[in-house]
């Protein structure tokens, strides 16, 4: 893709995204659309594609989305996207199954095509069954899953809370929170709105197993 094209198609991307959340409800939305507002029409700097296996899971995740325009907008700028898996976490602490089955590309931040600073905006994806243990963080943090219905829970041990999608989740910071995906892939815009360098820390919980290995 060439570079004006790729300019062109993210920011698409991001003007779609903030109209997209401008039409949710609920805590942390104002916040969110101050942090884009305030950096997304900064330039566009070096475009570093990548892929991971997860991706695999974007072309279902995009015919599950009920939003067309936004869905248009993730598939022309994926070839410009960078996806990565989150290293904050230890390979044991985590798990296999989020660690080889997850990826994010970020839009708007620190490293990113549109520079930021303490702020960070962008897609998140995981496959299909895939439990991503508790944890929490600094970070106040926004999701806007645009696939569901998959599982929810703010303190471990408690029991899922299955929301659809198109329904926001803000974390306060160190609001303890999990994700069990659902039948279709997990794909949410995701923003931390502050202290976006600080690492996220798991929470144990004695009934991983168990999610992780339904019978």
């Given at each position: 893709?060439?570079?004006?094209?790729?300019?062109?198609?993210l920011?698409t991307?991001?003007?779609?995204?903030?109209?997209?959340?401008?039409t949710?409800?609920?805590?942390?939305?104002?916040?969110?659309?101050?942090?884009?507002?305030?950096w997304?029409?900064?330039p566009?700097?070096q475009?570093?594609?990548?892929?991971?296996?997860?991706?695999?899971?974007?072309?279902?995740?995009?015919?599950?989305?009920?939003?067309p325009?936004?869905?248009?907008?993730?598939?022309?700028?994926r070839p410009?996207?960078?996806?990565?898996?989150?290293?904050?976490?230890?390979?044991?602490?985590?798990?296999?199954?989020?660690?080889?089955?997850?990826a994010?590309?970020?839009?708007?931040?620190?490293?990113c095509?549109?520079?930021?600073?303490?702020?960070?905006?962008?897609?998140?994806?995981?496959?299909?069954?895939i439990?991503y243990?508790?944890?929490?963080?600094?970070?106040?943090?926004?999701?806007?899953?645009?696939?569901?219905?998959?599982?929810?829970?703010?303190?471990?041990?408690?029991?899922?809370?299955?929301?659809?999608?198109?329904?926001?989740?803000?974390?306060n910071?160190w609001?303890?929170?999990?994700?069990?995906?659902?039948e279709?892939?997990?794909?949410?815009?995701?923003?931390?709105?502050?202290?976006a360098?600080?690492?996220?820390?798991?929470i144990?919980?004695p009934?991983w197993?168990?999610?992780?290995?339904?019978?």
């Amino acid at each position: 893709m060439q570079n004006s094209t790729a300019e062109s198609a993210l920011r698409t991307l991001v003007a779609e995204i903030e109209t997209y959340i401008s039409t949710l409800k609920g805590p942390g939305i104002a916040s969110v659309l101050e942090g884009i507002g305030k950096w997304a029409r900064g330039p566009i700097g070096q475009i570093k594609s990548r892929s991971l296996p997860a991706c695999d899971h974007l072309d279902p995740a995009l015919r599950a989305m009920g939003k067309p325009s936004l869905a248009k907008a993730i598939a022309d700028a994926r070839p410009s996207l960078k996806w990565i898996t989150y290293d904050g976490y230890s390979r044991e602490d985590i798990g296999a199954g989020f660690a080889d089955n997850h990826a994010f590309a970020s839009l708007i931040g620190e490293g990113c095509p549109i520079e930021a600073v303490d702020f960070d905006l962008g897609l998140f994806i995981i496959a299909p069954h895939i439990f991503y243990r508790d944890h929490h963080h600094a970070a106040p943090e926004l999701y806007a899953p645009l696939t569901g219905p998959h599982g929810w829970r703010f303190k471990p041990g408690d029991p899922l809370v299955w929301k659809e999608a198109d329904d926001p989740v803000w974390n306060n910071p160190w609001d303890p929170h999990a994700t069990m995906t659902g039948e279709a892939p997990f794909l949410a815009i995701f923003c931390w709105t502050r202290d976006a360098s600080q690492p996220a820390k798991i929470i144990p919980s004695p009934d991983w197993p168990t999610l992780e290995n339904p019978s």
